[in-house]
């Protein structure tokens, strides 16, 4: 059977995280979403996304395939119920499409609304779904303990050196080449994952859940809350609580970060903070790009959303509820506002444009550091940015 990833209106919703990317490739727990579907059916997935991102994340349709929902996180029962699909056949939940079984001719017109096409499955679970940008932090404590159990079942872990202070040892798990000395591990409150060639370093202070993916490091000192998750190729030090930093991103300084997501290329300067409760305690609401205005959560803690590729100097601040864009480049005293469009330059003082071309030279530089050439399908990816979101650049 071939298997489908698409995107629906959860697409439009996680922006601007998924400006840059499907939503199956959002990563919640240890693994991304599409990871975690290709765990579990053993095979490889593709994409169906949208127009501008479908040259780098491509679609392959065969005869017979299994469209599921790219928001969508898999459990057992769904996975069953998925196997069972005949042709036109669905699983809707909600009154949203999860999974549906079509031919390549149906797979050239599919849209995720038009459930009323297919021949609904008896299926009345609820499923977990990544709908919003704080699902991915307010989610991470589940999402975080399914994928331990999947990635470590009947498996062994590393041995950890004596030189550190443990607790629950039985729910820590270290893959090969990772190195921790001189930590504290805390994994009574949920499991531990460390990653292939990960490092925690000296005076480290770790309390589950939470993953440290492969190549990242927790810099000395470093105090982590769970359930916080930091992508492959990442360094974070200071103090992080329930947050999700999608890989290949700097926080490598004393300051705060809770109840956020950063993307991929991001970087805070040193002693970067961000609020994540009101002075009043009141609910807070976040940038929606589909509405064009501030939405409520349904949250009492929401701290920082900021899309790939954005930078903020020493000494930012970040007020509650705050939205970067993709390509942001913050500085200078004082809060900046609360949604800053894409390729922005600037701070609370006022905002200008980022030049794409300027914008190219940057991440050129940083993706080198990790020997990743930043391709014409990522440049294409991001002038598309660009053009979308110029409405928002009124400065």
Known sequence: MNYILFDDKSWDNLLPLTFTRPVCEIRTGILTIKEKWEKHLNAKLSYLTQD???????????????????????DGDLLNQINKLSLNESIVVNDELVAVCLGKKEVAQFRHDNIENYVHADYSNTVLKISWPWHIFSLNDETLKLDFELITKNRKSVDISESNNILGIENIFVEEG???????????????????????MEGSIVRGPFALCEHSTLKMGAKIYGA????????????????????????????????????????LGADTNNSNLKNNYAEVRLWNYQAERFIKTGLQF?????GD???CAINTMFNTGTVIGVNTNIFGEGFPRNFV???SWGGAHG??????????????VVMKRRNITLNELDKNILKYVFEKTSKFRIF
Request: proline share 4%; aromatic share 10%.
């Open 302 to 306: 929401c701290g920082l959303i900021m």
């Open 351 to 364: 905002f200008t444009g980022y030049g794409i071309n300027k914008a190219f030279e940057v991440a050129e």
């Open 309 to 311: 590729h954005s930078k």
């Open 228 to 267: 916080t998750t930091i992508g492959p190729h990442s360094k974070v030090g200071g103090e992080v609580n329930n947050a999700v930093i999608l890989g290949y991103s700097n926080k490598g300084h004393d300051g705060f970060l809770g109840n956020s997501v950063l993307g991929e290329w991001c970087n």
């Open 178 to 200: 990772a190195r921790i000395e001189f930590a504290t591990l805390n994994a009574t409150t949920g499991p531990i994952y460390i990653g292939k060639d990960a490092e925690i």
């Open 341 to 343: 469009p894409s390729f």
């Open 52 to 74: 501008f991102l479908s040259e780098k994340y491509k679609l392959f349709v065969t005869d017979e395939n299994i469209l599921i929902n790219g928001a969508v996180i898999p």
